[in-house]
T-cell receptor
Framework: DTGVSQDPRHKITKRGQNVTFRCDPI?????LYWYRQTLGQGPEFLTY????????KSRLLSDRFSAERPKGSFSTLEIQRTEQGDSAMYLC??????????????FGPGTRLTVT | QKEVEQDPGPLSVPEGAIVSLNCTYS??????FMWYRQYSRKGPELLMY????GNKEDGRFTAQVDKSSKYISLFIRDSQPSDSATYLC??????????FGTGTRLKVLA
């Protein structure tokens, strides 16, 4: 078990460009979450998948953001037409299938996005 | 008012001290409470998980929940320089939606 992995770890992009991040959850974890964390703040919920179904999207997730989880395995988060306000750490977390009534989330190392 | 309030610190203590970290919350529906440790530029790591009120101990860490006061605490005994990190509280009413505090930055001085 290698834990939750995220790729890339760092991304620098120019305003207006599109970026895509990938998250590989712990194998057989059927629930996957995306969060955004800015400096000095806690993680803010963005979206949640159970298997391949996206069950909830935060209003923080504007129409420039889209997330997918094909086949219920890895997930991607795409940001189109990036803005400087998108600069943040994007965190992925997963929870085990058949876990306790409330999931214990396991976080990846995050992708740090800088929009110049 | 935020749903979860946490003093951002920084909190500096000498090695060996007992550290007390706290969060207050406003949503009485919260029933599940977690503490995470986050080192600089890393993802959060789950430390403690408690349900409803009461205490839970794991090694040098003790988590306390007082639902009547809407107040949770994390105590670290015999603090070590390696405990220097940001500590995040998180809570949920039982859904997938977790609300995090802003985190308290802790520095343990050798």
């Amino acid at each position: 078990d290698t834990g939750v992995s995220q790729d890339p770890r760092h991304k620098i992009t120019k305003r207006g460009q599109n970026v895509t991040f990938r998250c590989d959850p712990i194998s057989e974890h059927n629930r996957l979450y995306w969060y955004r964390q800015t400096l000095g703040q806690g993680p803010e919920f963005l979206t949640y998948f159970q298997n391949e179904a996206q069950l909830e999207k935060s209003r923080l997730l504007s129409d420039r953001f889209s997330a997918e989880r094909p086949k219920g395995s890895f997930s991607t988060l795409e940001i189109q037409r990036t803005e400087q306000g998108d600069s943040a750490m994007y965190l992925c977390a997963s929870t085990p299938r058949g876990g306790q009534s409330v999931d214990e989330q396991y976080f990846g190392p995050g992708t740090r996005l800088t929009v110049t | 008012q935020k749903e979860v309030e946490q003093d951002p610190g920084p909190l500096s203590v000498p090695e060996g001290a007992i550290v007390s970290l706290n969060c207050t919350y406003s949503n009485s529906a919260f029933q599940y409470f977690m503490w995470y440790r986050q080192y600089s530029r890393k993802g959060p790591e789950l430390l403690m998980y408690t349900y409803s009120s009461g205490n839970k101990e794991d090694g040098r860490f003790t988590a306390q929940v007082d639902k009547s006061s809407k107040y949770i605490s994390l105590f670290i005994r015999d603090s070590q320089p390696s405990d220097s990190a940001t500590y995040l509280c998180a809570m949920t009413s039982g859904t997938y939606k977790y609300i995090f505090g802003t985190g308290t930055r802790l520095k343990v001085l050798a």
